[in-house]
T-cell receptor, first 115, second 117 residues
Framework: GAVVSQHPSWVICKSGTSVKIECRSL??????MFWYRQFPKQSLMLMAT?????????EQGVEKDKFLINHASLTLSTLTVTSAHPEDSSFYIC???????????FGQGTRLTVV | GENVEQHPSTLSVQEGDSAVIKCTYS??????FPWYKQELGKRPQLIID?????GEKKDQRIAVTLNKTAKHFSLHITETQPEDSAVYFC????????????????FGTGTQLKVEL
């Protein structure tokens, strides 16, 4: 299958700082990327959907000013957690699909710990 | 929007036995149903999927069945092995894709499968 690379795989940051997570599709053009958050022993909760070159669509309850998503190219999307707080600590996973396939390929995830 | 329910939340089986995980969905527009396996701290991996134009699909020890009328689909794993131990998620989404591929997967709550020796 196609490869989606996500970095960093883990990050620890201080409360109040911002953290950027990158998601890259390595061998296909990702017209759409999805960002999920997963708390321990819970399901993947969709945060937002981004299409290349346009603004992200956020799910209800997700603060767009806190979770900044940029999808400036067909191979790269970024999620920036601004002014992070301990409750933002979670596993963040991106997935990407091209415009033709139903299958979404997942990045390896980022474990964010805010201290 | 779509709501996907998944049962059971945990499942323990003896090695060699079969495991069945069931999901129901609410949106009749959904017609693509993938299943993912997620090991601890790792990304979800697609293991099998089914579209609504078929009722059953099989890939070696894994099979999925779909009942569109009842809006439920199930994952069947036969001859389970210890390496099958993981969390399994079902998902549902409409297909074909909307412009820009924006159809989103709605995930079930997950099933922790433990295969015991």
């Amino acid at each position: 299958g196609a490869v989606v690379s996500q970095h960093p795989s883990w990050v620890i940051c201080k409360s109040g700082t911002s953290v950027k997570i990158e998601c890259r599709s390595l061998d296909f053009q990702a017209t759409t990327m999805f960002w999920y958050r997963q708390f321990p022993k819970q399901s993947l909760m969709l945060m937002a959907t981004s299409n290349e070159g346009s603004k992200a669509t956020y799910e209800q309850g997700v603060e767009k000013d806190k979770f900044l998503i940029n999808h400036a190219s067909l191979t790269l999307s970024t999620l920036t957690v601004t002014s992070a707080h301990p409750e933002d600590s979670s596993f963040y996973i991106c997935s990407a699909r091209d415009g033709m396939n139903t299958e979404a390929f997942f990045g390896q995830g980022t474990r964010l710990t805010v201290v | 929007g779509e709501n996907v329910e998944q049962h059971p939340s945990t499942l323990s089986v003896q090695e060699g036995d079969s495991a069945v995980i069931k999901c129901t969905y609410s949106d009749s527009a959904s017609n693509y149903f993938p299943w993912y396996k997620q090991e601890l701290g790792k990304r979800p991996q697609l293991i099998i999927d089914i579209r609504s134009n078929v009722g059953e699909k099989k890939d070696q020890r894994i099979a999925v069945t779909l009942n569109k009328t009842a809006k439920h689909f199930s994952l069947h794993i036969t001859e389970t092995q210890p390496e099958d131990s993981a969390v399994y998620f079902c998902a549902a989404t409409p297909f074909p894709l909307l412009t820009g591929g924006g159809n989103k997967l709605t995930f079930g709550t997950g099933t922790q499968l433990k295969v015991e020796l």
